[in-house]
């Protein structure tokens, strides 16, 4: 079992900057593939980044492409998003989430989520 705990949220002003990480309880976090979702109300939750197990390979939507950074620390049993040049419509419920496969985007491969953390950007 994998408990992921997110950190980080908040609001924040356009064009400013947070930084989120994901705490993983269990002593495997280097085997999984990890991904950042998020989520707004009354709509499907989407894909921002996606990190393989070594943290070699990444993934990234469109729409952040440039802006945010997936990164990990497999010692520290956390994964980071870096977010800059924030944007009103980033404003969502921010996941975590671990997956047995090398790195994917699709949501059915995530096993393992965290609770959720709001990053609210205000215009």
């Known amino acids: 079992q994998v408990q992921l705990v997110e950190s980080g949220g908040g609001l924040v002003q356009a064009g400013g900057s947070l930084r989120l990480s994901c705490a993983s309880s269990?002593?495997?976090?280097?085997?999984?593939?990890m991904g950042w979702f998020r989520q707004v109300p009354g709509k499907k939750r989407e894909l921002v980044a996606a990190?393989?197990?070594?943290?070699?390979?990444?993934d990234y939507a469109d729409s952040v492409k440039g802006r945010f950074t997936i990164s990990r620390d497999n010692a520290k049993n956390t994964v980071f998003l870096q977010m800059n040049s924030l944007k009103p419509e980033d404003t969502a419920v921010y996941y975590c989430?671990?997956?047995?496969?090398?790195?994917?985007?699709?949501?059915?491969?995530?096993?393992?989520w965290g609770q959720g953390t709001q990053v609210t950007v205000s215009s």
């Open positions: 990190i393989s197990w070594s943290g070699r390979s990444t």
């Open positions: 269990g002593r495997t976090f280097s085997s999984y593939a």
């Open positions: 989430a671990a997956a047995t496969i090398m790195i994917t985007r699709t949501e059915d491969d995530y096993i393992y």
